[in-house]
């Protein structure tokens, strides 16, 4: 079955405890991306990845590191994490070609609390 | 910067009851307009993709357009399964890597009474 895996589904955790979520595509796309989602804010894009060892950055990527090693995983750090990245975050992945994106294919979230 | 206005935030219908969603959009240049569908607690569902104005798809009770400054989403007949979020999302031409950034609407919370 297609799809994009994420782990934990749920987490809690204290101010500057480094955290890493996972993210994990079975259809071999070459685009993947974070967004975070909060009320009032919308769907907020953290970082993408055009393919292996290629990322940039979204709308709002302060306080949170990307790594793209293999094509199937991207992998979103938060290594001193604050109350304000509070929130409920999702995982994408795409076929994109010539920085063309169709469409996306979305993980079941994480919601993420900092206390 | 890329803006996505859509409206209403919230939209009461009966079943059967057709109505529109809207989605306004000011980018530099558009590359591609999506519609997503999401269900509470849930990751977004991809409904349609749209090019060029005048594009126009269909998908059982749903149809979205496009014009050159906003794209509707169409609900006919709606059935209560049909309550969702509905989202729209842009990617701009014109950004200083690969244009694979996407600004997304707040969204219209679609609640469809039978």
């Known amino acids: 079955e297609a799809q994009v895996t994420q782990n934990p589904r749920y987490l809690i955790t204290v101010t500057g405890k480094k955290l890493t979520v996972t993210c994990s595509q079975n259809?071999?796309?070459?685009?993947m991306s974070w967004y975070r989602q909060d009320p009032g804010l919308g769907l907020r894009q953290i970082y993408y990845s055009m393919n292996v060892e290629v990322t940039d950055k979204g709308d709002v990527p302060e306080g949170y590191k990307v790594s793209r090693k293999e094509k199937r995983n991207f992998p979103l750090i938060l290594e001193s994490p604050s109350p304000n990245q509070t929130s409920l975050y999702f995982c994408?992945?795409?076929?994109?070609?010539?920085?063309?994106?169709?469409?996306?294919?979305f993980g079941p979230g994480t919601r993420l609390t900092v206390t | 910067e890329d803006q996505v206005t859509q409206s209403p935030e919230a939209l009461r219908l009966q079943e059967g009851e057709s109505s529109s969603l809207n989605c306004s959009y000011t980018v530099s240049g558009l590359r591609g307009l999506f519609w997503y569908r999401q269900d509470p607690g849930k990751g977004p569902e991809f409904l349609f993709t749209?090019?060029?104005a005048g594009e126009e798809k269909e998908k059982e009770r749903l149809k979205a357009t496009l014009t050159k400054k906003e794209s509707f989403l169409h609900i006919t007949a709606p059935k209560p399964e049909d309550s969702a979020t509905y989202l729209c999302a842009v990617q701009a031409w014109g950004r200083e890597t690969s244009g694979s950034r996407l600004t997304f609407g707040e969204g219209t919370q679609l609640t469809v009474n039978p």
């Open positions: 749209l090019y060029s």
């Open positions: 259809m071999n796309h070459e685009y």
């Open positions: 994408a992945s795409s076929v994109g070609t010539g920085g063309k994106m169709y469409e996306q294919y």
